[in-house]
């Protein structure tokens, strides 16, 4: 037997393993102990992000909890940011102390505009535990840079294992009777088929907050042999090649598995419309091929691009399952993640954050439903305060159960304020892709932020 066959084999026996493991019943109780350990270590910010059951959770408990895990975060950062404790000073001379109840929060706890990201680096942590720096950029060139440490990226993950987990699967089950309503069928499946098309850069050429969120499943994807490509790796974008490259991969992974910027998604629908080309991935859901789109809604010029339009021509170009072609919403000032995997198609936000709408005028905060500011204190970021004013137009609902089975709040994304930058990943990268509107793709690789450089 060859080295090759003998690694092929014992892949085969562990993915054989794994898929007939209680999967999660492992996660869960893994969540749960560090849920627990959080809270017999009076950290009530590990104690919420590995919440087993955050995405249905009772109101008053969540918002009790959260309460907690904001106050700890307040004071966490309080205590390790110069540039926010004179923030802090100068917003009204408010400290740890101050803070009661939520309405204290609401009113007190100051929040930081995005554009103070753009003029300084802030940070909570010691150069030597930043792990990455994710950038956001703007039309005029001016970044914000952005550390990320461990417990930030663990704690994102936890939010987003545990709706994976405990939501997300559950709709696949319903949905798709050949699994039989078992997930190690579910988890079988998708390991022996699953190719991951990644419409992004490498995250070690590019520091968006999409690409960055890689770094830790490429060493997932080697140990299981998965295959994957990132069609922007060199900063090159060719729409024959990767066209290509999904053929191929097809044919032994049906399962494909496609994330990346809408304006890539369509740059390549441009060129298979010019060439006549279309894909028949997934019509019924049975291939369980996911779509899952990030970034801007908008182009530079102002022209905008309808959500259901543009889910149609996913479905007609690829040959998709349209529930199963999803948008992300997120901005790299914080851990703040929505999705809209559900019947009724809300976009729901996670629940470990604490979300409200500003008066662009004003600043004073919003009943629900109205247009503003999207503005959030998010406790699971350790390496900067993450109590933001954003530069997004939203609309939030108060909290309900979904008929997905989520309670959560939903965001409705908008626009960009008035005035304020396109600094949108997503329409960075059509800065990419665009000769006539855009900048080459040299210029971004030249600006990029890779780990470590500018600390």
């Not at 060439?275 to 997934?282: R, S, Y």
């Not at 600094?423 to 932020?449: H, P, V, Y």
Request: contains cysteine; proline residues 5%; charged residues 25%.
């Amino acid at each position: 037997m060859s080295g090759n066959d003998f690694k092929s084999n014992l892949i085969r026996l562990v993915r054989r393993f794994i898929a007939d493991l209680p999967v999660v019943d492992i996660v869960n109780d893994g969540f749960q102990t560090i849920s627990s350990l959080g809270r017999i270590m009076n950290n009530p910010v590990w104690e919420l992000s590995a919440k087993p059951e955050l995405w249905h959770m009772d109101q008053k408990k969540l918002e009790e909890l959260r309460f907690k895990a904001i106050k700890y975060a307040f004071n966490y950062h309080y205590d390790n940011c110069n540039f926010y404790r004179k923030y802090c000073d100068e917003y009204g001379n408010v400290s740890p102390k101050d803070i009661h109840t939520i309405d204290d929060v609401l009113e007190k706890i100051p929040q930081i505009p995005t554009e103070a990201f753009k003029k300084t680096m802030i940070s909570s942590i010691p150069k030597e535990r930043i792990h990455t720096v994710v950038t956001t950029s703007g039309t005029s060139g001016n970044f914000s840079y952005l550390p990320r440490d461990y417990g930030s990226l663990l704690r994102l993950g936890c939010v987003v294992v545990s709706y994976i987990a405990n939501v997300g699967r559950l709709k696949v089950l319903k949905e798709q009777p050949r699994f039989e309503g078992e997930t190690s069928k579910v988890v079988n499946y998708f390991l022996n088929n699953v190719y991951v098309s990644i419409f992004l850069p490498h995250p070690n050429e590019a520091s968006t907050w999409f690409s960055s969120g890689f770094y830790g499943l490429i060493p997932f994807m080697n140990m299981f042999s998965i295959p994957y490509d990132f069609h922007l790796s060199g900063f090159r974008f060719d729409p024959q090649k990767i066209l290509r490259t999904i053929k191929e991969r097809a044919k032994d992974n049906k399962a494909v598995f496609s994330l990346g910027f809408h304006y890539v998604f369509n740059e390549l629908m441009k060129y298979m419309d010019e060439e006549g080309e279309t894909l028949e991935l997934d019509p019924d859901g049975s291939n369980l091929c996911f779509n899952v789109l990030g970034g801007g809604w908008k182009k530079l010029s102002g022209e905008a691009i309808d959500k259901e339009e543009f889910r149609k021509k996913i479905v007609d170009h690829f040959g998709v399952y349209e529930p199963y072609v999803l948008d992300v919403y997120g901005f790299g000032e914080s851990n703040t993640v929505a999705w809209d995997f559900c019947t009724e198609r809300n976009m729901h936000l996670s629940p470990a954050v604490l979300a409200v709408t500003r008066d662009p005028d004003t600043l004073e905060i919003q009943d629900y439903g109205e247009e503003g500011l999207m503005s959030i204190w998010d406790p699971t970021m350790s390496a900067f305060p993450s109590f933001v004013i954003s530069e997004d137009i939203v609309r939030l609902t108060e909290p309900f159960e979904c008929d997905c089975g989520v309670i959560s709040q939903c965001v409705e994304y908008r626009g960009r304020a008035k005035k304020a930058e396109l600094r949108s990943c997503g329409l960075k990268m059509q800065q990419i892709l665009t000769d006539e509107e855009m900048r080459n793709l040299t210029i971004l690789k030249e600006k990029a932020l890779r780990t470590g450089i500018g600390l």
